[in-house]
């Protein structure tokens, strides 16, 4: 899931870490990349993509990694909508901040 948010930060890393996430390089993409874990478990685990727009915006690639995967020709086993990943996105969207169901 794409989406777009307005930030006043240059650090990426720092931004990422206010929301809960840590930094890892993805070798798949070869490019800088954030994971939230799930669980005690490297998987599943949100991970996300940080690309700085024009005017002080900023893009974020969300996605929900299920499992790892099992060759290195085949996709990961991601999902990038979803119940999960739209309550993630809001949060993400909201500062980081836990949301309260009701």
Known sequence: MKFTISSTTSNLTYLARSWG????????????GYIKL???HAFPRFHLFLN???GGQL???LHLDQLRPLH???ARASESTGE???READR???GGQPIKLI
Do not use: A, T
Request: glycine residues 4%; proline residues 3%; aromatic residues 6%.
């Open 92 to 94: 993400i969207r909201l």
């Open 72 to 74: 290195k020709k085949i």
């Open 21 to 32: 996430y840590k930094e890892i390089f993805d070798s798949k993409s070869q490019r800088r």
């Open 52 to 54: 700085p727009q024009v």
């Open 59 to 61: 893009e974020v690639d």
């Open 84 to 86: 999960v990943v739209e």
């Open 38 to 40: 799930l669980g005690s």
